[in-house]
C-alpha cells in the first residue's frame, strides 16, 4: 500500500490502456465526446507491431472516419483476395465495390497506429508511457499502478478500459490463471524483386514439409515492391507448438519455388516479429464492472481469417458509444456486462466452433482424415453451409451502407439511427441461436438494398418525438417475416444431392426461427400487430407455393407473378406500413392511405432484385448471374421475354438438363426488349409508389418517397450501362 | 373437434395454392391430444364454453400440425399415422410452407385472445422451435447426455402441452392457482408422452407403426433408453459410431434391452405421470373435465404399458 501512495498520481475519468487500434478509436472517441481520458502504452509511438497490415474494409471505414484520409489514400485499394488452397486450386474472391464502403487497404501497423494515436492526442486524449502492472478497485474509482521510466505511478480513473492485447495483463489481473493464447502468427518485411499485384494473397492450409498444419500463410502487399509475409496458426491442444520462424522460413521457401513467378526473389529487409493473437471461443467479458475489455484482449479476432484490426476498431467505437450513453445517464460508470455487449456487437460471433470445422474442412479438402469426433460435437452441417452460404459476416457489414438507410439518412437522419437500432436488436435477437441462422438471415435482409421493410416501419411511423421502443422491435417482426417463406424456398428442395437432408433440416430451423422471432417480436406492439403479422406470413407461404408450382414452368403467366409478388412482397410492405401506423399510436386502418405505396413498392422491389440478379448476380456473389434459371425459377423479365419470342421456352428446357447456358438466355431476355420493359415497370412502380407517399403527406412522408425511388435507382446504379442495348 | 379444424382451414381461399396439403390434415387429424388437454383445462375456470375455447384449441392443434409438417421435412420421414407424409406426396417444400402457413394461422387465432395469450404463444413457439435446433445439434452425439435429452423434449414437446392447459385454464376463466397447477399438469404429462414415444420407437412392433424398431438411431436420434444403454455397454457405442444400416438395428436394440436401460426410462416416464397427477387440481366429488384430464393421463400410462418390451 504505502508503494501505491507513494508514487506520482495521475488523474482521469477513463483511463484506456493499450494504444493499438481498439485503444485509439475507443479514446479518440471518448474525447471527441467530451470525456477526460488518458490512453497508457507501454512503447513510446511509431513502434513496430506484429500484424499481417491487411485492413478490412471496416477499419478503414473508422480510419477515415478519425480523419486519416490522407493516410488512406497513400496505400493502393485491395480489389481481391487470392485464396491457394493447398498449391492445387485458386479461388479469387472479388470485394464488392459498394458506394460507401471502401475497399480494404494494407497500411503498416507502425504508419497506422502511430496516426491513430495521433488522431487520438488531436481530440484531446492524454499519453502516458508506462507499463500497468495491477488494478484495484476501491469505492467508485479504480486505480492503476504501474511502471514508467522514472519509476512507479498510481492512475486513478471511474473506468478503465482494457485494451492491452492477446496476453492482456489486466485480464489476468481480474482472473486468476493464465489462459493460454489459443493462436499464434509471425510477419517479416520482403523486398519483391517484380512489383506486387494490389492482391491479398492466402494460402491456406499450412503445409509444411508435408505436414499439414491448421493455420495459413499470407503475402500482402504493403508497397509496390514492399510485401508482409507471414504465417498463423492454431494451437493443437495435443501437440507443441512449432517454431512459428521455422515455419515462416519453410513457407518462404516454398513461396519462391511456386509463386517465384509472380514474385521473384525475396529479400528480408527485417527481422521476424511473431505473437499471440486474441481468439476466444466468447467474448471475454470483466467480471469488475469499472473494467471493460476491448479488441484482442476480449478475445475478438475472427477465428477463420484471424483478422482482428476491423472488429477491434468497430469495438472501440460501441464502446464508446456504450460509455458515454451511460454517463450522461449520470451515476457510478460501471458497465458490468454491458460492455461486453457493445464490443460483442461488432464482433463475428462465428464462434470457435467454425474454426474447429474450418479445421477440418481443410484437412478434408487435402484428403486428410479429419477427426469425425470434433466434426460431430460442433455440428458441422450448420457450420459449413454458414461458412459457404454467407461470404460475408452479418457483424461485419455496417447497415449504414446499405443504400436503404442512405435514403433515410438524406431526409431525417434520426430515421438512419433508428435503423441501426433495429439491425443491433436484430442481431441480438438471432444471436442466441446457432450462427448459421444469424448469418443466413442477415445474408438475406441485406442482399440487395438493405432492411427495406424496416425503413417503411420506420419512416411511416414517425411521429414528432423519438421513437418508441416498439419500433425497433415493429422493425425486427417486418424484417424476420418477410426473410421466412424466402429462406424455405432457398434451401428446401436444392440439388437432389447427399446434403438434402442437411438443407431441409436447416431451411426448415432457420425459417422457423426467423417465424417465432418475428411473433416475438410484434407480441410486444400487441394482438392487432400480431394478427396482421400472421395473415402476412400465410399469404407469404401462399406467394412461395404459387411461385414454386411455377417453377420450370413456361407457361407461367405473368399474373400468376404479379399475384404471387403481391402475396409475398407487396403484403411485407403492407404490413410495414401497418406496423408503422401502430408506432405512431394509431390503428391498422390508419395504414389505409399507403396501401397502394406498399403494394407497388414490394413489387418493384421484387423485380428491381430479379433484375439485378438475372444481369449482374447477386452482389455478396458477383459472376453468378442467372443461377436462379437452373432451378426453374422463372422472373418476370423471363416471363416477358416468352411472350415475347415463344421459342425461349425451348432453350430454357435445355437450360433446365445443363446449367451453363444462362448467359444465351439472358441474351434473348436483352434482345426481346422484355428487359427493357421489366426496368420500364419497376421505375414505373417505384414512381407510383413515390406518389402514393406524397400523396398520404404524413410526417415522414419525405423519407419514404425516398424509399419508394429505391428499386429503380439500384437498378439502374447495378446494371451495365449496355445491359438494355438491342443487338 | 376434428370438425373446427377443417372449418378453420377451409377458411383458405379457393384458389389458394396450399389448400390440397392442408385438406390432407383434415382427412388425418391424429390424437387432438393438445386439443382436448385445453378444452378439458377450461372446464375448470366459470366460462368452460366461450367461444374462443374452440378457437384456441384449434390454434393449439394447427401449431402442433406444423411442428409435425416441419419435422418430416427435418427428418425426411415419408409415412405418419399410416399415411404418407406432405412432402412424401406434394415435396418437401410444399410440407414447408404449410407448416409455415398452419403457424402462421395459428397465430392469428391467439391474436384474438388477448395481449398475454400472444405473449405467450410467442415464447412458447420459439422454445419449441429451439427444441427442435437442440435436436439437431445433438444428432449422432454418442456422448449425449441426459439432461440435454430432457432439455430438448421439455422445449419440443412439453411446452406446447404445457401451453395448451394453460391457455385452456386461462380462457375457461380458472383461478390463478388452477391455472398454474393445470400448467404444471400439461408440462408433466407433455414429458411422460415423449419419453414412452422414444421407447415406443425401440419396442414397438413394425406392424403397428409402419416402421422397423430403432429407426430413431439410424437417425441419429440417441433418445433415453439409448443414453442410459449408452452408459453401460461399450459395444453399442461402437456399433452406433458406425452409422447402422437399417439390418443392424435388431441387434442394436437387444443390446439396450439387456441393459435394462428401457425399464430405467419406463420407470422415468412414470414417475413424469406421477407428478402430473399431484399437480391435477382435484375436486370433490371428481367432475367431467378432471376426468378427462385424468383419462389424458391414463392414456399415456397405458402408452407406458404398451411400451414395455
Given at each position: ?727 | ?36 388437454a385445453?378444452?378439458s383445462a377450461?372446464?375448470y ?109 421439455e422445449?419440443?414437446?412439453a411446452?406446447?402441452i404445457a401451453?395448451?392447459t394453460w391457455?385452456?385454464a ?7 392457482e388452477v391455472t398454474e397447477r393445470l400448467e404444471r399438469f400439461g408440462e408433466a404429462v407433455g414429458m411422460a408422452f415423449?419419453i ?71 420407470a422415468e416416464g412414470a414417475a413424469w405421470i406421477e407428478q402430473a397427477l399431484e399437480a391435477l387440481p382435484l375436486s370433490d366429488?371428481p367432475?367431467?373435465?378432471e376426468q378427462?384430464l385424468l383419462s389424458l393421463a391414463r392414456l399415456v400410462e397405458?402408452?407406458v ?5
Amino acid at each position: 500500500m504505502t508503494t501505491a501512495v507513494a508514487a506520482p498520481r495521475e488523474e482521469a475519468e477513463i483511463a484506456v490502456v493499450g494504444a493499438g487500434p481498439a485503444g485509439c478509436v475507443a479514446a479518440a472517441n471518448l474525447a471527441e465526446l467530451g470525456h477526460d481520458v488518458l490512453l497508457i502504452d507501454k512503447d513510446s509511438f511509431p513502434r513496430e507491431k506484429p500484424c499481417g497490415d491487411g485492413l478490412g474494409h471496416a477499419a478503414v471505414a473508422v480510419a477515415e472516419r478519425l480523419g486519416l484520409d490522407e493516410l488512406v489514400e497513400s496505400a493502393p485499394e485491395i480489389a481481391s483476395a487470392r485464396v491457394m488452397i493447398g498449391h492445387r486450386r485458386q479461388s479469387a474472391i472479388h470485394f464488392p465495390r459498394i458506394p460507401g464502403r471502401p475497399l480494404p487497404r494494407c497500411i503498416t501497423r507502425k504508419e497506422f497506429d502511430a496516426a491513430l494515436l495521433g488522431a487520438a492526442q488531436e481530440r484531446g486524449a492524454r499519453f502516458l508511457r508506462a507499463r500497468v502492472d495491477s488494478l484495484r478497485s476501491a469505492g467508485r474509482g479504480q486505480t492503476l499502478i504501474g511502471t514508467t521510466d522514472a519509476g512507479a505511478v498510481a492512475v486513478r480513473a471511474r473506468l478503465v478500459v482494457a485494451a492491452d492485447g492477446a496476453t492482456s495483463r489486466l485480464r489476468r489481473v481480474i482472473r486468476k490463471g493464465a489462459d493460454k493464447p489459443t493462436a499464434y502468427a509471425i510477419r517479416r518485411y520482403f523486398r519483391t524483386e517484380r512489383p506486387l499485384d494490389e492482391v491479398m494473397q492466402i494460402d491456406v492450409p499450412l503445409e509444411i514439409d508435408g505436414r499439414v498444419l491448421a493455420g495459413y500463410g499470407w503475402v500482402f502487399p504493403v508497397g509496390e515492391h514492399l510485401a508482409n509475409i507471414g504465417v498463423g496458426i492454431t494451437r493443437e491442444a495435443h501437440r507443441p507448438v512449432p517454431s512459428l520462424r521455422r515455419l515462416l522460413e519453410a513457407y518462404v521457401a516454398d513461396l519462391e519455388v511456386k509463386g517465384g513467378r509472380r514474385f521473384g526473389s525475396l529479400e528480408p529487409i527485417a527481422d521476424p516479429m511473431g505473437s499471440p493473437v486474441g481468439i476466444q471461443a466468447q467474448i471475454q467479458v470483466a467480471e469488475s464492472p469499472g473494467l471493460a475489455l476491448l479488441g484482442d484482449a476480449a478475445g475478438t479476432t475472427h477465428p477463420v481469417t484471424g483478422e482482428g484490426i476491423s472488429f477491434a476498431m468497430r469495438g472501440g467505437e460501441s464502446l464508446a458509444a456504450e460509455i458515454h450513453a451511460r454517463s450522461r445517464r449520470g451515476g457510478p460508470l460501471r458497465l458490468g456486462r454491458a460492455a461486453g455487449a457493445a464490443v460483442w456487437r461488432s464482433f463475428p460471433q462465428i464462434g470457435v466452433d467454425v474454426s474447429i470445422i474450418v479445421r477440418a474442412l481443410m484437412l478434408k479438402a487435402n484428403g486428410m482424415s479429419a477427426p469425425a469426433d470434433s466434426l460431430r460435437s460442433s455440428g458441422e452441417p450448420f457450420l459449413s453451409a454458414a461458412w459457404r452460404v454467407t461470404p460475408q459476416s452479418a457483424y461485419e457489414t455496417a447497415v449504414e451502407e446499405t443504400p436503404v438507410c442512405g435514403a433515410l439518412a438524406e431526409h431525417d437522419p434520426s430515421l438512419a439511427t433508428a435503423l441501426g437500432r433495429v439491425n443491433d436488436l436484430l442481431l441480438e435477437r438471432l444471436s442466441d441461436s446457432t450462427p448459421f441462422v444469424t448469418e443466413v438471415i442477415h445474408d438475406l435482409i441485406r442482399a440487395h438494398m438493405g432492411p427495406v421493410y424496416a425503413a417503411v416501419a420506420l419512416a411511416s411511423g414517425a411521429s414528432a418525438g423519438p421513437p418508441p421502443s416498439t419500433a425497433y422491435d415493429a422493425g425486427v417482426a417486418v424484417e424476420t417475416v418477410a426473410v421466412m417463406p424466402k429462406l424455405l424456398t432457398m434451401l428446401v428442395d436444392r440439388a437432389r444431392t447427399k446434403q438434402l437432408k442437411i438443407n431441409n433440416a436447416m431451411a426448415i430451423l432457420t425459417g422457423d426461427f426467423a417465424a417465432t422471432r418475428s411473433l416475438v417480436a410484434a407480441a410486444k406492439l400487441g394482438p392487432a400487430a400480431v394478427a396482421a403479422l400472421s395473415r402476412t406470413c400465410q399469404g407469404g407461404c401462399e406467394g412461395g407455393m404459387r411461385d414454386a408450382v411455377a417453377r420450370f414452368a413456361t407457361d407461367r403467366s405473368a399474373a400468376s407473378w404479379h399475384q404471387a409478388a403481391c402475396e409475398t412482397e407487396g403484403a411485407g410492405m403492407i404490413l410495414a406500413t401497418e406496423f408503422g401506423a401502430l408506432i405512431r399510436g394509431e390503428d391498422l386502418a390508419a395504414a389505409e392511405p399507403l396501401r397502394a405505396f406498399g403494394q407497388e413498392l414490394g413489387i418493384a422491389v421484387r423485380l428491381a432484385e430479379e433484375i439485378v440478379e438475372l444481369t449482374v448476380g447477386d452482389e455478396l456473389r458477383p459472376g453468378r448471374e442467372g443461377a436462379a434459371l437452373g432451378r426453374g425459377i422463372y422472373s418476370l423479365p423471363v416471363l416477358y421475354a416468352l411472350e415475347a419470342e415463344p421459342s425461349l421456352a425451348r432453350t430454357l428446357v435445355r437450360h433446365a438438363a445443363e446449367p451453363d447456358g444462362a448467359a444465351e438466355i439472358i441474351a434473348v431476355v436483352r434482345d426481346s426488349g422484355a428487359l427493357r420493359r421489366a426496368v420500364a415497370e419497376c421505375t414505373q412502380r417505384a414512381e407510383a409508389a413515390r406518389s402514393c407517399a406524397e400523396a398520404w403527406g404524413g410526417r415522414g412522408a419525405e423519407p419514404l418517397a425516398a424509399v419508394a425511388l429505391l428499386p429503380a435507382q439500384y437498378v439502374n446504379s447495378r446494371l451495365p450501362v449496355d445491359a438494355l442495348e438491342v443487338c | 373437434m376434428a370438425d373446427e379444424v377443417g372449418i378453420a382451414l377451409a377458411l383458405l381461399a379457393g384458389d389458394s395454392p396450399l389448400r390440397e396439403s392442408c385438406q390432407y390434415i383434415v382427412a388425418n387429424p391424429g390424437k387432438r391430444f393438445r386439443a382436448s388437454a385445453l378444452e378439458s383445462a377450461a372446464g375448470y375456470g366459470d366460462r368452460p364454453d366461450d367461444p374462443l375455447v374452440g378457437r384456441a384449441a384449434v390454434a393449439v392443434e394447427m401449431f402442433h400440425a406444423a411442428t409435425l409438417a416441419h419435422d418430416d421435412v427435418v427428418d425426411d420421414g415419408k409415412i405418419r399415422r399410416g399415411m404418407p407424409t406432405i412432402g412424401a406426396y406434394a415435396g418437401n417444400l410444399a410440407a414447408s410452407l404449410v407448416g409455415g402457413w398452419l403457424f402462421a394461422r395459428a397465430g392469428e387465432l391467439i391474436a384474438e385472445i388477448d395481449a398475454e395469450a400472444v405473449s405467450r404463444f410467442a415464447e412458447a413457439a420459439s422454445v419449441v422451435c429451439e427444441g427442435e435446433m437442440i435436436e439437431s445439434r445433438d444428432l449422432h452425439d454418442v456422448d449425449r447426455s441426459r439432461a440435454r435429452y430432457l432439455v430438448s423434449i421439455e422445449a419440443k414437446t412439453a411446452r406446447l402441452i404445457a401451453f395448451s392447459t394453460w391457455l385452456g385454464a386461462k380462457v375457461g376463466g380458472a383461478s390463478k392457482e388452477v391455472t398454474e397447477r393445470l400448467e404444471r399438469f400439461g408440462e408433466a404429462v407433455g414429458m411422460a408422452f415423449q419419453i414412452t414415444d422414444d421407447i415406443l420407437d425401440l419396442t414397438a412392433s413394425a406392424e403397428s407403426t409402419g416402421k422397423t424398431p430403432g429407426s430413431d438411431l439410424r437417425g441419429g436420434v440417441y433418445t433415453l433408453p439409448t443414453i442410459y444403454a449408452l452408459a453401460i455397454d461399450p459395444v453399442l457405442r461402437e456399433g452406433l459410431l458406425q452409422d447402422p444400416d437399417e439390418e443392424d438395428l435388431p441387434e442394436l436394440v437387444e443390446r439396450i434391452r439387456a441393459t435394462g436401460a428401457i425399464d430405467a426410462a419406463l420407470a422415468e416416464g412414470a414417475a413424469w405421470i406421477e407428478q402430473a397427477l399431484e399437480a391435477l387440481p382435484l375436486s370433490d366429488p371428481p367432475c367431467e373435465h378432471e376426468q378427462q384430464l385424468l383419462s389424458l393421463a391414463r392414456l399415456v400410462e397405458a402408452r407406458v404399458e404398451e411400451a414395455r418390451p
